[in-house]
């Protein structure tokens, strides 16, 4: 078994390498499972009927969204946990305090330790297309195995705080995770922009509030 990812010859239109081509590798798109054959699999997997399977998931799916809109981090079966959190400007006045300081609410999943050593030991397929879409190369290797680890990235994205008492742990930058009233200094996230994918360097905007810097 191996990740599937492509390298495809794209013409570079900005950045150290602007007007040439390049391969760059991005992940193959899978077509979406259903969640009916989900089950089946599950089903047969497990020896147990669909409908029961079918009303488990289903009880499961409840259970999972009343219980992280209530702030706790659930543990979701063989992959990890899930919780409820947002991004949010701090301020220094209590009497600023307002639901319009929340720029966005996020569903954060943090996978546990044998998933992620599962995903880090998988080789990678590369299968490479020219600028033509023609297949011209393929071929498996393996890389340091690095998995990214979403609950400690360091984007410095303002402040976040997590839902309720968010056992998770606190993840990016300034986060306040369980919402237990802590403060910190932010600004609003800068507005990034980019116009091509890349895979070593490119040149991007960044532009923020007035006075940011």
């Excluded at 992940?27 to 089903?43: G, H, M, N, R």
């Excluded at 995903?119 to 690095?146: F, H, M, P, W």
Aim: hydrophobic residues 35%; negative net charge; glycine residues 12%.
């Amino acid at each position: 078994m191996a990740l599937k990812v492509k390298a495809k010859e794209q013409y570079q239109n900005i950045g150290k390498y602007a007007g040439t081509y390049r391969y760059v590798m991005m992940p193959e798109l899978y077509t979406a499972l259903a969640q009916d054959k989900v089950i089946k699999e599950a089903a047969l997997r497990s020896g147990v009927s669909r409908g029961v399977m079918q009303a488990c998931w289903d009880a499961a799916g409840e259970v999972i969204k009343a219980w992280a809109t209530e702030g706790h981090s659930v543990a979701l079966p063989g992959l990890g946990t899930m919780r409820f959190g947002l991004r949010a400007k701090s301020v220094a006045d209590v009497n600023k305090v307002k639901a319009g300081l929340i720029s966005s609410r996020r569903i954060i999943f943090t996978p546990d330790v044998d998933l992620k050593e599962e995903l880090a030991k998988t080789a990678v397929q590369i299968t490479c297309y020219d600028r033509d879409g023609k297949e011209v190369k393929r071929v498996t290797s393996t890389d340091d195995g690095t998995v990214e680890d979403n609950e400690n990235e360091q984007n410095g994205t303002g402040s976040e705080s997590g839902s309720g008492n968010g056992s998770g742990g606190s993840s990016t930058g300034s986060e306040t995770a369980g919402g237990n009233g802590s403060e910190t200094a932010s600004v609003e996230a800068p507005v990034i922009d980019g116009a091509t994918p890349f895979d070593e360097s490119t040149e991007v905007t960044i532009s923020g509030p007035d006075g940011w810097s």
